[in-house]
């Protein structure tokens, strides 16, 4: 699904991402991996941080944080076919990677995680500053990654590729970090309120079928609970459950 107009939170500015997703060994595609969001732009310089990504990566499947020159991966596998949330803080600033996020599995801090540039032996770690690139996509990536040559244009008309095959629930964004207490009313419910979420600007909340109106398939809407009117659209092969 597209949030039609809407590019993410960019630059090097702090954010928070979170949802809630299920999946096993046998619903992402061939590969173990899915792409859960993106946004910004994939640029022609695989080192220069200019995307913003999260993928279940590998088999069992893992959370990857990348942005186009540095990943961070979660330790924790979760593919037992239930629902399990995510939340993801980025602290932002000048010298802040993608490698510096703070991961949440069900609200327990993930600081295990491995956190490497996209090649492993160059240093230092590739710095955030997503671009104002194409619409943010949930469930996907676009199918061309890069840009058109010359022009900076995103390949997102190109379609669509490396689709979760999974349920995702509750995807919000927040343009700051969250707060423990925060954490835990996200993680306390998979229908929580996250309009009582305090202490960041809630950019998104898709509450994926909970809202009355809510259709799937092509061109079905979900709507957007932040007070922005930032609506979804989904694509063909995409299923609410309400």
Same mark, same amino acid.
């Given at each position: ?17 979170? $949802?809630?997703?299920? /999946? ?8 173990? !991996?899915? #792409? &859960?969001?993106?946004? =910004? ?29 540095? $990943?961070?991966?979660? /330790? ?8 399990? !949330?995510? #939340? &993801?803080?980025?602290? =932002? ?36 500053s997503t671009t104002v690139g194409v619409d943010l996509i949930i469930g996907a990536?676009?199918? =061309? ?20 095959e999974g349920g995702i629930d509750n995807f919000a964004i927040w343009s700051g ?45 979900i709507q957007d609970s932040s007070g922005f009117g930032r609506d979804a659209t ?9």
């Open positions: 699904m597209v949030v039609n107009g809407y590019k993410g939170v960019t630059g090097d500015d702090p954010r928070a991402i979170s $949802f809630w997703y299920n /999946s096993n060994s046998t619903a992402p595609n061939s590969k173990g !991996n899915g #792409t &859960i969001c993106y946004w =910004g732009d994939g640029g022609s310089d695989p080192l220069e941080g200019t995307q913003w990504r999260i993928d279940t990566v590998g088999s069992p499947s893992r959370i990857q944080i990348s942005s186009r020159g540095t $990943f961070k991966n979660s /330790s924790v596998i979760i593919e037992d076919g239930e629902w399990h !949330n995510v #939340t &993801i803080n980025f602290p =932002g600033g000048a010298d802040a990677n993608s490698a510096d996020c703070d991961i949440y599995i069900d609200g327990v801090l993930d600081d295990e995680g491995a956190r490497f540039p996209t090649t492993f032996n160059v240093e230092p770690f590739t710095t955030v990536r676009p199918e =061309g990654s890069e840009t058109t040559v010359g022009t900076g244009i995103p390949l997102a008309a190109s379609g669509f590729a490396n689709f979760f970090t969250l707060g423990s207490g925060s954490i835990s009313t996200i993680t306390g419910s998979l229908d929580a309120d996250l309009s009582t979420v305090q202490g960041s600007e809630l950019e998104l909340w898709l509450r994926m079928g909970d809202v009355g109106g809510d259709t799937a398939g092509a061109a079905g809407t989904t694509t063909a092969g995409t299923t609410i459950s309400g």
